[in-house]
């Protein structure tokens, strides 16, 4: 699932790296999501549930972790919808190296998620979620592809796989 932002070539290509990191078919934008589409009858509890967005350490969208999960259970979201949930934006899921940050969009949405029994594993990066872009051009269009992806955290670059945590 993509949420606006960026200029529409730019966000297709880290939508596609995205997709072909986590071995996903496709992204969709939400307001194009069907009302129950996320129901655990629809997705069958086996997708993970990638979201991209803008944010910072205290909203994802524009949303806050309340006004976010209600706009996932307008879509049917519930538990068994997902076994996964990633959060794909900068700062979500903000830590320190010892993981000392207490509250963070992630780690209030994780709580919101247990209150309404839901399960799912919830990922967020611990930095800034940074993509590296590759302006091409063929038969007069613009288009980019993206050489890399990962976390920028003050005390280093996380590779993807790394600088994802686990919200608890």
């Not at 069907?34 to 009858?41: E, L, S």
């Not at 594993?121 to 890399?148: C, F, M, N």
Request: net charge positive.
């Amino acid at each position: 699932m993509a949420l606006d932002w960026d200029n529409q070539a730019a966000r297709s290509a880290k939508l596609k790296a995205l997709a072909d990191y986590y071995h996903q078919p496709d992204f969709t934008a939400f307001k194009m999501l069907g009302a129950d589409v996320m129901a655990p009858t629809k997705t069958g509890g086996k997708q993970k549930l990638i979201i991209n967005s803008h944010s910072n350490a205290n909203v994802f969208a524009g949303y806050s972790p309340e006004s976010f999960l209600t706009q996932l259970m307008s879509k049917g979201f519930a538990e068994g919808s997902f076994p996964e949930i990633y959060l794909m934006a900068c700062k979500v899921g903000e830590a320190s190296q010892n993981n000392s940050i207490i509250t963070n969009f992630a780690r209030d949405l994780k709580r919101l998620l247990v209150g309404h029994g839901i399960t799912a594993k919830l990922y967020a990066p611990r930095g800034i979620l940074t993509y590296s872009l590759e302006r091409k051009q063929a038969s007069g269009q613009t288009y980019y592809t993206v050489t890399e992806m990962f976390i920028k955290a003050p005390e280093r670059n996380y590779p993807l796989d790394e600088g994802m945590l686990l919200i608890t």
